[in-house]
């Protein structure tokens, strides 16, 4: 493997690993495989991208703008609609977020037209052994790095994050220490969102996007969460870093048209090989 | 003393079935009170009725003067009513010392640390273990954490449930021991109890209850002296 293809790879990586962290949160706690995730990337990235269009707001600036109107929606949809059925089947959530994607995948369609949009920034190019990386991929990775980071502190460090984990390990138990569980579930979701809207506006800077690619970062989530292991951050990293590896590997290897593919057949065979995934345990950390 | 809780005419269940059917009870302000009963009579029920866990269907329960009938947990804890739930409950994955910090969950005042520092006083094992993951304690030191993370809710009645289920004698000895200490720095004890000789060695006053409502209370001295009860629950 050359150089080039691994950092390609680790850029990628980084990216996918934000995306995910926030999906495999909301499934960890609330036990709702959430299938808004994909739009609340793609809503992130117009969101950046008309923000630069209109007001000419660098993507990085206007980021923690996005992540907080998207932790906005995702609290009001959780606290209005979802809560309604948290304790069902996950088929019974399973449904309603799917209904939920339905509606504002359309409404972006309509709303944005389904046209592929691309946020330009072109902030010069860097060598790195030999290989060359755009530093706006780079900074938009580190970014995204670091807003996982920030998330496993949040988590481990701070009274809230007790809160989410102690919801997650025992409600009623949660609940005698004052926990007001609804309120839990609303701010875990509207954190999902909210990484979600935030890593959508790093891929902005990275990718092309329309309304048409919900689907594709959703199944991206879903599958850094089966790699890496659902219920933890540190497992949504690894797991992130892998599948933007194999898909830089499998693109060198066998063609960008198979990369996305590679991916999948990863996830099959961890599905039945290991199932709990390479950092897969039980607990949130 | 003043009556700390006055239950009256409680009724309450899961869905359908109902478990409560009209109990009464009241607890002195300073004191420790137990409650026995087989199982499946409605012990655990009422505790977790009382900390607002299962809805109350009718009766009233009245508290420091309050009426804190079918409140939600967040408000009966916040008038003084913890809650030590049976089997402990800590949280995995969260050190001693964080399933501590969480029984303060709802509290802002500055005296957080030093009651963190009581607890770990009472409790010398926890400061030791205050980093390890705390299911991985053994039973008796589970017990004490979750006593400690009850008092850090900073309690006026600590419900305990099953204080020595599944315990060795001398850790309950221990947790004993420590209950009269609580108890003795002002904090009044309701302890549900199968073992009624440990409930009956700890409390002053008992309440049996069969079939969700209280068939018989009084002082301990004098129930263990009661022959329906020692043939009943002592198996003497």
Redesign the interface.
């Known amino acids: 493997m050359d150089v080039q293809t691994l950092l390609n790879g680790l850029v990628l990586g980084g990216l996918y690993a934000c995306i995910a962290v926030g999906f495999s949160l909301v499934w960890g706690v609330l036990n709702i495989i959430n299938m808004l995730h994909g739009s609340f990337i793609i809503l992130g990235a117009y969101l950046a991208f008309f923000a630069h269009a209109a007001f000419g707001a660098h993507p990085f600036l206007s980021l923690p703008f996005i992540a907080a109107a998207l932790f906005g929606l995702g609290y009001v949809i959780q606290r209005g609609v979802i809560n309604r059925v948290v304790s069902s089947p996950v088929l019974i959530t399973l449904v309603l977020t799917f209904g939920l994607d339905m509606i504002l995948y359309n409404a972006m369609v309509l709303g944005f037209s389904a046209t592929p949009r691309r946020l330009a920034l072109d902030m010069g190019r860097i060598d790195i052994l030999g290989a060359t990386l755009p530093l706006d991929r780079i900074a938009a990775m580190a970014l995204a790095v670091a807003l996982t980071a920030m998330l496993f502190q949040v988590l481990r460090g701070s009274r809230i994050g007790r809160a989410i984990v102690a919801v997650r390990m025992d409600r009623d138990a949660a609940a005698l220490m004052g926990v007001r569980v609804p309120q839990i579930y609303a701010i875990t979701f509207g954190i999902g969102a909210c990484m979600a809207g935030a890593a959508g506006s790093l891929m902005s800077v990275v990718f092309p996007f329309s309304p048409a690619m919900t689907g594709l970062f959703l199944g991206k989530a879903f599958i850094v969460c089966v790699i890496g292991g659902l219920g933890s951050v540190p497992g949504a990293l690894v797991g992130g870093l892998a599948l933007g590896l194999i898909e830089s590997m499998a693109g060198a290897l066998i063609g960008p048209q198979e990369a996305v593919l590679a991916g999948f057949v990863v996830m099959l065979a961890l599905l039945i090989f290991k199932p709990t995934g390479l950092l897969g345990k039980a607990g949130y950390e | 003393m003043s009556t700390l809780l006055a239950v009256e005419a409680l009724e309450s269940g899961y869905g359908d079935v109902q478990v409560l059917w009209g109990l009464d009870l009241t607890v002195e302000a300073g004191s420790i009170t137990c409650i026995v009963g087989s199982n499946g009579a409605g012990k655990t029920t009422f505790l977790r009725t009382l900390?607002?866990?299962v809805k109350t269907k009718s009766g009233s329960v009245r508290f420091a003067g309050a009426d804190v009938t079918g409140v939600e947990?967040?408000a009966a804890?916040?008038a003084g009513i913890?809650?030590v739930?049976e089997g402990r409950?800590?949280?995995?994955?969260?050190t001693v010392q964080?399933n501590l910090?969480?029984?303060a969950?709802?509290r802002h005042d500055d005296g957080i640390m030093s009651d963190l520092e009581f607890v770990y006083a009472t409790f010398p094992i926890l400061k030791e273990r205050r980093k390890q993951d705390a299911t991985t304690l053994s039973g008796g030191e589970q017990q004490m954490c979750a006593i400690g993370?009850g008092i850090m809710?900073r309690p006026k009645l600590l419900l305990i449930d099953e204080l020595s289920l599944g315990l060795a004698p001398k850790a309950v000895d221990r947790l004993s021991a420590a209950l009269v200490d609580i108890n003795a720095g002002g904090i009044t004890i309701l302890l549900v109890e199968q073992d009624v000789m440990t409930a009956f060695d700890l409390a002053a006053t008992a309440f049996v209850v069969d079939m969700g409502r209280v068939v018989k209370f009084g002082a301990t001295a004098d129930l263990a002296d009661d022959p329906a009860i020692r043939e009943a629950y002592m198996g003497l």
């Open positions: 900390s607002g866990l947990p967040d804890l916040a913890v809650h739930p409950r800590l949280f995995k994955g969260l964080d910090l969480l029984g969950y709802t993370r809710s």
